[in-house]
């Protein structure tokens, strides 16, 4: 897919293509894209609220359709949007450092801690299914053990004890 740049009116191919002057007004301008003023997660030009060296945002086009305002697009575009608006703004050289987004952080935070919790579970509940199953073959009735439960339930007690093992492993590797 080739890149197209329209930048005070005029296209151009890339960044080569710019005149030095033109270049250097367009990079001032992706410096100030990735802005939030108002830590919402979402760049203050994609809002409408903010201006970009003077000119304002006037529509954004996502595959062929073009929206007045990034709040009439579906949420996962929004935040693909501001995904990427937020990596051009890092990439342009002497870009300010954009704010940090709350709701990233938070998703991140959240997804540690469930991440943390459910490997402990798992290994819980591997644990208890071993000792279910140990419980099983000691207590076992001696037709039950002739006809192969013994076995069958030492295999079960065995993949029970790989699971909590790897969900240990796991959990530990989390944690660097």
Known sequence: ???????????????EEMPDDVRKAFQAALAQVGT?????GVPDVLEGKGNVLGLA??????????V??????PMPVRWLLTYIVRQVAKQAPGAAPVANAPLPRQLDSATSVLGTVLYTLSALVGAALATIGIWAIVHM???????????????????????????LVSLGMRRR
């Open 141 to 167: 009735d001696a037709s039950s053990r002739n006809q192969g439960g013994a076995l069958y339930v030492g295999i079960g007690v065995v993949i029970a004890l790989a699971w909590m093992v790897g969900s």
């Open 1 to 15: 897919m080739p890149t197209h740049i329209v930048f005070n009116g005029k296209e151009y191919a890339g960044l």
């Open 36 to 40: 939030d003023a108002d830590g919402n």
């Open 57 to 66: 945002q006037s529509s954004i086009t996502v595959n062929g359709r073009t």
């Open 68 to 73: 007045d305002n990034v709040k009439d697009l």
